[in-house]
């Protein structure tokens, strides 16, 4: 496994299989400015080389997911002079959405942990994350409009999650709602008391790692296709991956292990890994 990225504003630390990414600004609720941005970026691009992780436990230190951007900076950055060749905010937009696509097609297992504020961008990685836990008393929306701007590079992920109707509503009015109403709008797959989150947490870990981690990646990138790909390029697609699969050590050792009634190896060596 090479080096992680160094990182200021950005938490991480691997324990076996498994990466804990926190943001890490507690006393601005983890907004985002645009170091833990680029930081973040660089984090991504690690891990799509590093298959040794196989799942991405994102969440925010100081008892918050993350508050947003950071209102402060990005209001000074309205100063700067743009030139044809250069829009320090369009770009700086643009490198967050391409950091957001790149974290969306991971190969790895991506989970969000979403206690205290999950505002904007923070509700943006909430709906990024294949599976999203959160709090009863989580703090959640896109307040963007109200600002006089807009959720430009979140939305598209906020439709994915929760639906066109749905995403409008939630941005046109900036409504805030708690974790309750975020389970039940679709952003999150599991509602828990704040008090329970860990135990939670920990839940959905082992069964991720119950699952082969190539199985895991490909299922990902199946299901990432649909409605991009027409029909009948993506039973193709599907077919490939699935031959791949089952022709892989993987594959061999999970039917295996099932005939055998035993299990595979990637379960006996991830009960060594977490002890």
């Not at 959905?204 to 790909?229: D, E, F, Y």
Request: hydrophobic share 40%; net charge negative; glycine share 10%.
């Amino acid at each position: 496994m090479h080096k992680l990225p160094e990182c200021e504003f950005l938490k991480l630390e691997v324990v076996g299989p498994r990466l804990n990414l926190s943001f890490n600004r507690p006393d601005q609720r983890n907004a985002i400015n645009s170091q833990m941005g680029a930081e973040f970026a660089a984090v991504v691009d690690w891990l799509e080389t590093t298959p040794d992780v196989r799942v991405v436990v994102l969440r925010g230190e100081g008892g918050h997911f993350c508050a947003g951007g950071d209102i402060k900076e990005r209001r000074n950055m309205a100063e700067d002079i743009v030139t044809p060749d250069s829009d320090p905010i369009m770009e700086r937009n643009r490198a967050a959405g391409m950091a957001f696509l790149k974290f969306e097609r991971l190969p790895q297992t991506t989970i969000a942990v979403v206690e205290g504020s999950a505002f904007g961008g923070g509700m943006g990685y909430a709906c990024l994350a294949d599976i999203t836990i959160v709090a009863e008393g989580a703090r959640m929306g896109m307040p963007e409009t109200a600002l006089g701007v807009a959720p430009a590079q979140i939305a598209p992920y906020v439709v994915k999650r929760i639906g066109l109707t749905r995403a409008r509503q939630l941005a046109l009015t900036g409504e805030r709602f708690d974790g309750i109403k975020a389970f039940e709008y679709g952003i999150a797959q599991y509602l828990c008391a704040d008090a329970e989150i860990d135990g939670t947490l920990e839940d959905v870990v082992s069964r991720v790692l119950h699952c082969g981690p190539m199985a895991n990646a490909a299922t990902k990138a199946i299901m990432l296709k649909v409605g991009t790909l027409p029909e009948e390029e993506m039973i193709s697609f599907s077919a490939q991956k699935f031959s791949e699969l089952n022709r892989s050590i993987e594959g061999k050792e999970g039917q295996s292990a099932f005939a055998e009634k035993r299990k595979p190896a990637w379960q006996t060596a991830g009960d060594k890994e977490e002890g």
